[in-house]
């Protein structure tokens, strides 16, 4: 039984016979009867009543027929459905980041939402380090990292080009200076972040090196955290610039350059090297190179092999 088979069936019995249901699927009479016969064999009952020329059902065709336009139905909808996923007019699109990755999310996502507001959008957060190993058992669609991968599996795109800079309030002392030496900044204290990374670890060393006590006298579960804490006015950090951008631009923070210290790093739009993308992740991916090209600055669209 196919729904070809199960289609002809419909016709004859909503049509009230063969030579009308035949008509109506623009078929020959005996090719329509052929298929009702083939049908019936498969079943191993009687669909229609022989004696009555108006092709009256029997109990059998009675519920073939209900279950009948079920099946043709669902295939109606599934078909709609495609078609409205193809239209992006549904759909989810599933990101992994972690709390400083997503901030680079938030431009290229309002544009998203702007373009296919009928799209879902969840962004789950993750360990940097777990986001390679959710992509690929495609608990996410794409990641979002702040390292490269080296994996053969997965492509990595560059999309940002960050940079670890100190921030301080505007009342401080330090804010009339547009660069410092790490030496100036002995007496200082730090807000830092709870969680360890390479990028705290490079600013140690910094200090180390230039023999400075570095006071770290609070430690914050977030950056947002970190963020109002400085703006309070309760010491001085070191943060992420896109972290931080609205902050300076609004005047609550301050950025001072350090002229031994030079962090950058690149973050990186990752997706299975192998995976057939959903309607969704390809939008997604054009996006991500249209803010590139018209924001430019720090926004990148570069392969990274």
């Known amino acids: ?33 052929q298929a009702i016969r083939k049908l019936e064999a498969e079943i191993g009952e009687p669909l229609f009543d022989r004696s009555s020329r108006d092709g009256l059902l ?7 027929q209900e279950y009948a336009e079920r099946l043709l139905n669902l295939r109606e909808n599934a078909r709609q459905a495609l078609t409205e996923i193809r239209e992006l007019q549904k759909g989810k699109l599933v990101i992994g980041a972690n709390e400083l990755t997503a901030l680079y999310l938030l431009r290229v996502l309002a544009e998203f939402g702007r373009l296919h507001p009928a799209i879902r959008i ?7 380090s777990q986001i390679p190993d959710d992509v690929r058992r495609h608990h996410c669609e794409f990641g979002v990292l ?16 960050d940079e670890l800079i100190l921030v301080v309030p505007p009342e401080h002392p330090l804010a009339r200076d547009e660069r410092v030496s790490i030496r100036q900044l002995g007496a200082e204290s730090f807000v830092a972040h ?10 140690i060393q910094a200090f180390k090196k230039f023999k400075t006590p570095l006071h770290m ?19 001085v950090a070191f943060l992420p610039e896109i972290s931080v951008e609205d902050e300076i631009a609004r005047g609550e923070l301050i950025r001072i350059q350090v002229e031994e210290l030079n962090v950058h790093r690149k973050l990186r739009l990752i997706y299975r090297k ?22 430019g600055g720090r926004y990148r669209f570069v392969r990274d092999r």
């Open 274 to 295: 192998s995976a057939t993308l959903s309607h969704a992740g390809h939008a997604f991916l054009k996006i991500v190179e249209s803010v590139a090209s018209t924001r």
């Open 146 to 161: 702040t390292y490269d991968v080296q994996d053969p599996d997965i492509e990595s795109l560059v999309v940002y080009s």
């Open 194 to 203: 709870i969680v360890s990374s390479p990028y705290r670890e490079k600013v």
């Open 217 to 235: 006298g609070v430690e914050l579960p977030t950056l947002q955290a970190i963020k109002r804490f400085v703006a309070m006015g309760h010491g």
């Open 1 to 33: 039984m196919d729904l070809s088979q199960l289609e002809v069936f419909l016709a004859v019995a909503r049509e009230g016979g063969f030579s009308r249901g035949a008509d109506k699927l623009h078929r020959t009479q005996s090719a329509v009867s």
């Open 122 to 128: 969840l962004v789950q957060r993750s360990l940097g």
């Open 58 to 64: 029997t109990d059998a065709g009675r519920v073939l």
